[in-house]
């Protein structure tokens, strides 16, 4: 036997035990040699641990079980043929919505959303995740109650949900999401402005966007952040207003354009951007001034 296997198997073999204090020790173990070896991680894999991490994750009590169980997923994830593996588990959703909403620990919520991410890192496992039952939702969840660094990891999970045309729809329209997102705008929190816009500049490239924005004060927080938010906050203001327009025909073109001081607004970026937000505002400027 590979000397890798022979090192994991007793680690792995302890995850499958009645023992509260032999589950704790092999899943501690397997997630320090995870983190820092490839190799270790494909033995981790071979030899069935993934599905018996799954089931801690959902079944233990245990809060430091359960969060090291998680990180453990997370450290295996990094390896590419893994996030197959996991994605692929029955159920797998159901305990990563679990873990996001009711984790025993900040820690285990914040690595679920980590773990999220990381398997969308494989474009076609995004269709998969954004249309989870509950994944969305109890992303939000983590966004609203989460520490920093939660929301932080939601957005980025959010993110890559937004990335692939087929999820947008559903994501838009997630109840409170939005609302969520303007609150986080409006609120210019340290490090969560440009996530929040660059979920946005993706979420608003459908039609469904103006319907769901009707009502809500997006847009105009939005062309506010153009004007004064950071460089990149300015790219992704931009970014979001284009897709938003182009995605959203006359009746999104007429929004925006009936913002104060829009056109202006995007002749500064052009002037003082950098070359993406140049090409976002000369794009905008291109659909609001012929329209």
Same mark, same amino acid.
């Given at each position: 036997m590979?000397?890798?296997?022979?090192?994991?198997?007793p680690l792995?073999?302890?995850l499958?035990?009645?023992s509260?204090?032999?589950q $704790?020790?092999?899943?501690?173990e397997?997630?320090?040699l995870?983190?820092?070896?490839p190799e270790?991680r494909?033995?981790?894999?071979?030899?069935g641990?993934?599905?018996?991490l799954?089931?801690l994750v959902s079944?233990?009590?245990?809060p430091k079980?359960?969060?090291n169980?998680?990180?453990?997923?997370?450290?295996l994830s990094?390896s590419?043929p893994?996030?197959t593996?996991?994605?692929?588990?029955?159920a797998?959703m159901?305990?990563?919505?679990?873990s996001?909403?009711?984790g025993?620990?900040? %820690?285990?919520? %914040?690595n679920?959303a980590?773990l999220?991410?990381?398997?969308m890192?494989?474009e076609e496992?995004r269709?998969?995740v954004g249309?989870?039952?509950g994944?969305i939702e109890a992303?939000?969840d983590?966004l609203l109650?989460?520490?920093a660094?939660?929301?932080?990891?939601?957005l980025?999970?959010?993110?890559?949900?937004a990335?692939?045309?087929?999820n947008r729809?559903?994501l838009i $329209?997630?109840s409170?999401?939005m609302?969520?997102l303007t609150?986080l705008?409006m609120?210019?929190?340290s490090?969560?402005v440009e996530d929040?816009?660059?979920?946005?500049?993706?979420?608003?490239?459908c039609?469904?966007?103006v319907?769901v924005?009707?009502?809500?004060p997006?847009?105009?927080?939005?062309?506010?952040l153009l004007d004064?938010g950071?460089? $990149?906050?300015?790219e992704?203001?931009?970014?979001?207003l284009?897709?938003?327009c182009?995605?959203?025909?006359?009746?999104?073109?007429?929004?925006?354009?009936n913002?104060?001081s829009c056109?202006?607004?995007l002749y500064?970026l052009?002037?003082?951007?950098?070359?993406?937000g140049?090409?976002?505002?000369s794009a905008?400027?291109q659909i609001?001034?012929?329209?």
């Open positions: 590979d000397l890798k296997l022979r090192l994991v198997l792995v073999s302890k499958a035990s009645t509260t204090d032999l $704790r020790e092999g899943v501690r397997l997630r320090l995870a983190k820092f070896d270790n494909t033995a981790i894999a071979k030899v641990a993934i599905p018996l799954l089931k079944s233990t009590p245990d079980i359960q969060e169980s998680i990180t453990t997923l997370l450290n990094i590419e893994n996030k593996v996991i994605i692929n588990e029955p797998v159901d305990v990563l919505v679990h996001l909403m009711a025993h620990t900040m %820690e285990t919520r %914040e679920s980590a999220v991410t990381s398997l890192t494989v496992h269709p998969l249309q989870g039952d994944v992303l939000l983590l109650n989460g520490s660094r939660g929301k932080k990891d939601a980025k999970a959010l993110f890559c949900i990335t692939c045309a087929e729809s559903l $329209r997630t409170g999401l609302d969520m609150s705008l609120q210019r929190l490090g969560l929040s816009l660059a979920v946005l500049s993706q979420a608003l490239a039609p469904e966007s319907e924005v009707s009502g809500i997006t847009i105009s927080v939005i062309m506010d004064t950071t460089s $990149r906050a300015r992704n203001a931009a970014a979001a284009l897709n938003f182009m995605c959203g025909g006359p009746q999104a073109v007429e929004q925006v354009m913002m104060k056109v202006s607004s500064s052009l002037e003082t951007g950098s070359s993406r140049k090409g976002k505002a905008l400027l609001l001034l012929v329209s």
